[in-house]
Nanobody, 124 residues
Framework: QVQVVESGGGLVQAGGSLRLSCRTSGRTFSRYAMGWFRQAPGKERESVAAINWSGGSTYYADSVKGRFTISRDNAKNTVYLQMNSLKTKDTTVYYC?????????????????WGQGSQVTVSS
């Protein structure tokens, strides 16, 4: 069973930065595509960013392009989401997910393993 654990959430002022980390157990991390999603209460889960197995291909939602950067370190079984120029509307729970498919995807149903979520709160 693959475990996915997020860390790095917290409270930050608008315009500030946070970096989320997501560590995945197991020896096959380097073959998984990874994604970050977010979900506000009462809303559908939204894809934020995704990265393919090698890190050579990425996807970003229009709402975060130019502000967020996804990256991965396969030696550490870890994927990161660097969030800059944060806005109050970025406040929600962020989830990390791992996909057995190697290519990056914005579709939640392509992901097999999910973390418990990390709260990000951006104050005005």
């Amino acid at each position: 069973q693959v475990q996915v654990v997020e860390s790095g959430g917290g409270l930050v002022q608008a315009g500030g930065s946070l970096r989320l980390s997501c560590r995945t157990s197991g020896r096959t991390f380097s073959r998984y595509a990874m994604g970050w999603f977010r979900q506000a209460p009462g809303k559908e889960r939204e894809s934020v960013a995704a990265i393919n197995w090698s890190g050579g291909s990425t996807y970003y939602a229009d709402s975060v392009k130019g502000r967020f950067t996804i990256s991965r370190d396969n030696a550490k079984n870890t994927v990161y989401l660097q969030m800059n120029s944060l806005k109050t509307k970025d406040t929600t729970v962020y989830y990390c997910a791992a996909s057995k498919y190697s290519s990056a995807s914005s579709y939640a149903n392509r992901y097999d393993y999910w973390g418990q979520g990390s709260q990000v709160t951006v104050s005005s």
